[in-house]
């Protein structure tokens, strides 16, 4: 993935609404991005140790990403 000043714009994005309620697929509804891309982000923030991804079965299966302390330390040095 490329890295570029809009990527990491659209990274925060993707940061701020991971609220381990809402599947990636709530996230790139919301954000109005494509689910694929909403993935890649949350697979390199989540190597960043900025969130953790979790599967949750209600009714089925879905992926969630919970912000880390870590995160929530950076959005607040950015707020």
Known sequence: M?????????????LKACDGESSISDIAERLDMRVATVSDYVSALEELGLVE??????????KVCVKTAKAECLLKCFS
């Open 53 to 62: 991804v979790k599967a949750v079965k209600a009714p089925f299966v879905k």
């Open 2 to 14: 490329q890295r570029t000043v809009e990527t990491f714009k659209r990274m925060i994005e993707v």
